[in-house]
């Protein structure tokens, strides 16, 4: 069985560098981003899950989200918003994403979505 795709957009290298060394550790092949990709690119990937940061540096992550759920290519692939804003549920609903997580969060939080979406169960967190 393959590894599963996961896709992190987000412009703060520590998250980025945090969020792939735990989700390699649990498995999963990781591609990483800190600048604005377009749908293409992404689509080229062929990721399992996409996670988006929703602020970056120039950039709105939500339009990003609605571009990859408006392009055929790329609709079937589950998008999570991550972010501190506070009213992120409603933000995450308004582009299409399929979920979202809140800023901070727990690496158990992460790796339990990150199962939910690629619908990979996993090991059992600890």
């Given at each position: 069985m393959r590894a599963k795709k996961i896709f992190i957009l987000d412009d703060d290298r520590d998250i980025l560098d945090s969020m792939k060394m735990v989700?390699?550790?649990k498995g999963y092949q990781v591609h990483t981003s800190a600048?604005?990709?377009?749908?293409?690119?992404?689509s080229e990937a062929n990721?399992?899950?996409?996670?988006i940061d929703l602020w970056?540096?120039?950039?709105?992550g939500s339009d990003i989200c609605r571009q990859l759920k408006n392009n055929t290519r790329t609709r079937h692939i589950p998008?999570?918003?991550?972010?501190?804003?506070?009213n992120i549920k409603?933000?995450?609903?308004?582009?299409?994403a399929d979920g979202y997580i809140?800023?901070?969060f727990e690496i158990d939080e992460l790796i339990s979505k990150v199962r939910h979406y690629t619908?990979?169960?996993?090991r059992r967190l600890h």
């Open positions: 989700l390699e550790f600048c604005a990709e377009n749908v293409n690119s992404i990721p399992d899950l996409v996670l970056m540096s120039g950039v709105d998008v999570v918003i991550i972010s501190a804003n506070t409603e933000l995450s609903e308004n582009c299409n809140s800023k901070p619908g990979d169960p996993g």
